[in-house]
């Protein structure tokens, strides 16, 4: 089943082409990557993938739904999820608190329940809180639930990121360079963290990264884009191999 | 017992307050200050709401508090005395008890209207042009206002303290204190319930990281919307409590100086800190009555103090930190979170 349908899509900015013309598909329960040299327009991908920018041209279909017009908070209660390149935690909220409101999409209360705390308000409330904590004591991090993010080490930081996200209960989760920023040590753990999710959770994730170790060790197909056209696509080993790839990475002269 | 300890102690400091006012203990100058208290507690709670919990900058908070004034005093007016302008009382003046705090809530239905209004273009940006949108509304309905002259005009609207006599008929009480003091706690609690849900923290997450919070599934504008009304509504039953204190409104006291004061108050006390803006209203309020022999140089002093705010605790009193989080042992009997 063909979970997300990306169908020529053009980004312009103002005359610059971020993205052209890509077609892409991800089906069900698939965990690919999206590698390109920087600028190559990865991160652009995401935005449109999570509503945060509408295409010039082009298409993108989540679950036979054409994402158009939609703001990213109604992508995000279809089920996209996404974590960012450089931490976007709120960091003067509880870690609990961060959970909490990435469930802003299910609250199921109106203004009125909330000021006259009817059961109903109450009930979800307790839900929802339930739900967050039952998350982080899967990620055995519930003994950060009342610290700040701001004060965890960076790789927790990533980890409660991942948390978040999953927190809105995604079938597709965006990584945006997971790794960045991390020490090898941490590598390794989050290429665990990263499988684990994969196979505990009943989704897809489409990552973007740039070191190598994670994306050849988790993906199982790959996607590489320059100048925000696909220029290849395939399972690691295929990739390694491509010469436009290698052209990319490396320039045109070869030592 | 401990659950109802803040409760029990609200009542007996409304009734030692109403006592007091009864026995003529205080005379009506104290009781006048008192009631500023509590009527700035819920203008500077209620601005907290927009600049300091959601990080916006809005200045024009004096605007709302001018609609809801200027619409709750002419209901009751209208509703409950006799007056050149409406002629004879729409309803028997017996009833003005009872009808003033549904007249005071039409004044902050209005309020929070004109606050839709107000935010529905403005949000579209952010920051100085939020302040700028806002101090031009302030302007705008201050000039709307100075232009009907069936409401008085820049001369202003009086008769509100025939409404508070026509409340003196049906009992003898000190009317205004226990509305006050009623309608302060309810904005408290409003205010409370809603930043302590988890739609209200939302809001502490436009502030820290608005795009991360549209992309978690935060609907930002909408939740931009509802806290400029709720926050603006309370604004306006300020209005309406302070134009039925002094019963007599003027456009001229609504203007900048007025936002200024809600600002300073809300610095004072420290952003996103319900308790640091109810002690700063209560300081602030103190500090204006202590500072009156100085007359106009008082409005040297004011913005004076807030720049020496600003320069030294930039994070005000509290600083997004609640009287809870200081003397852990409140959180027994009261969180403000």
């Known amino acids: 089943m063909t979970l997300l349908e990306i169908k020529d899509l053009t980004q312009l900015f103002s005359g610059l082409c971020a993205v052209s013309e890509l077609n892409l598909s991800l089906d069900e329960r698939e965990l690919i990557g999206l590698i390109g040299p920087n600028g190559a327009g990865k991160t652009t991908v995401f935005n449109l993938a999570s509503g945060f920018y509408q295409p010039t041209h082009g298409e993108i279909i989540f679950q036979g739904r054409n994402l158009a017009g939609l703001k990213p908070h109604r992508v995000s209660a279809l089920g996209i999820a996404r974590t960012f390149q450089n931490i976007r935690l709120w960091k003067e909220m509880s870690v609990l608190d961060n959970i909490l409101v990435a469930q802003h999409f299910q609250l199921g209360y109106g203004l009125g329940s909330l000021f006259f705390r009817t059961p109903r308000y109450l009930k979800r409330e307790r839900d929802i809180r339930h739900r967050a904590l039952e998350l982080l004591e899967i990620f055995k991090i519930d003994k950060f639930a009342d610290e700040k993010p701001g004060n965890l080490p960076y790789g927790m930081q990533r980890k409660v990121e991942i948390v978040r996200a999953l927190a809105s209960g995604p079938k597709l989760l965006l990584l945006d360079e997971p790794a960045a920023g991390l020490q090898s040590t941490d590598v390794t753990e989050l290429i665990t963290l990263i499988q684990w999710v994969f196979d505990q959770f009943d989704l897809s994730i489409w990552m973007i990264e740039h070191q190598m170790k994670v994306v050849m060790s988790l993906c199982s197909r790959i996607a590489v884009i320059d100048f925000g056209r696909l220029i290849a696509s395939g399972t690691p080993s295929e990739i390694q191999q491509r010469p436009k790839v290698i052209k990319a990475y490396l320039g045109d002269d070869q030592l | ?337």
Not at chain 2, 51 to 60: A, H, I, R, V, Y
Not at chain 2, 174 to 183: K, R, T
């Open chain 2, 1 to 337: 017992m401990k659950r109802f300890s803040v409760p029990i102690l609200l009542v007996v400091l409304l009734t030692t307050l109403m006592g007091l006012a009864w026995f003529e203990v205080i005379d009506l100058y104290i009781q006048t200050i008192i009631l500023f208290m509590g009527i700035n507690i819920i203008t500077s709670t209620s601005l907290n709401l927009v600049n300091g919990n959601m990080g916006e900058f809005s200045c024009g908070h004096a605007g709302f508090i001018a609609v809801g004034a200027y619409v709750s005093s002419i209901l009751s007016v209208a509703l409950f005395t006799k007056s050149k302008t409406f002629g004879a009382p729409l309803l028997p003046p017996e009833l003005a008890a009872y009808g003033f705090p549904l007249v005071l809530i039409c004044g902050g239905l209005a309020a929070a209207l004109t606050g839709l209004l107000v935010a529905i273009p403005s949000f579209r940006t952010r920051d100085d042009y939020l302040a700028i949108i806002t101090i031009a509304a302030n302007y705008i309905i201050i000039s709307t206002i100075i232009n009907i002259d069936t409401i008085g005009g820049a001369r202003g609207f009086m008769g509100m303290k025939r409404v508070v006599f026509a409340m003196e008929k049906c009992a003898e009480i000190p009317w205004m204190i226990l509305w006050v003091f009623i309608f302060m706690v309810l904005s408290i609690l409003i205010i409370r319930r809603y930043m302590s849900s988890t739609y209200g923290k939302g809001v502490e997450a436009i502030r820290q990281d608005e795009v991360a919070a549209e992309i978690m599934s935060v609907n930002t504008n909408r939740i931009k919307l509802v806290t400029f009304m709720i926050s603006s509504g309370l604004a306006g039953i300020a209005g309406g409590l302070y134009a039925h204190t002094i019963g007599y409104v003027n456009p001229k006291s609504f203007d900048l100086l007025k936002s200024t004061e809600a600002l300073v108050m809300v610095y004072l006390g420290g952003m996103g800190s319900i308790s640091g803006s109810i002690i700063a209203a209560v300081v602030f309020t103190l500090m204006l009555e202590l500072l009156r022999p100085l007359q106009i140089i008082k409005w040297v002093a004011i913005p004076l103090l807030l720049i020496i705010i600003m320069q030294f605790r930039p994070e005000g009193i509290m600083g997004h930190r609640e009287l809870s989080d200081i003397f852990p042992r409140l959180k027994k009997f009261y969180k403000f979170k």
